[in-house]
């Protein structure tokens, strides 16, 4: 499962992006139909380790929080990606990761109620190699 950011200093792309699988490989998309521009660059990080998929089930809050072990501690370094998933869904809000004093949730910026359904590609950059 990968993670995407875009990458800075290159050519701009102010739109949300996600990522769907079709079977074979990886694809990233505009969430809001927008072309991505030529020569558009994305960090993207892939590793068998340290990542995990989440749906958020919560529809009356705008945050899901995670229950996988890898992403407990205070200290992970945790990174989300909006995934196409196996429900089809669109997210063209912006999403926000944040740790509560006990767990790890995403949540949309604009505090506006999460989709039901919506899935989230979480990778912990610094999981301990025990979780995995």
Not at 13 to 38: C, K, L, M, Q, T
Not at 102 to 129: H, I
Request: aromatic share 14%.
């Amino acid at each position: 499962m990968p993670g995407i950011a875009i990458q800075l200093g290159g050519v701009t792309h102010d739109h949300p992006i996600g990522v769907w699988y079709n079977g074979s490989r990886w694809a990233i998309y505009s969430e809001d139909g927008a072309a991505i521009p030529v020569n558009a660059s994305f960090n993207v990080e892939v590793s068998p380790h340290g990542s995990f998929k989440h749906v958020a089930t919560t529809p009356s809050f705008n945050a899901s929080f995670f229950t996988n072990p890898l992403a407990a501690p205070a200290t992970a370094h945790v990174f989300v990606t909006h995934d196409f998933g196996p429900f089809a869904l669109h997210n063209t809000k912006a999403s926000g990761i944040y740790h509560n004093g006990s767990t790890w949730g995403v949540y949309n910026e604009d505090a506006l109620a999460m989709t039901p359904n919506v899935a989230y590609t979480v990778f912990v950059a610094n999981a301990p190699q025990a979780t995995w």
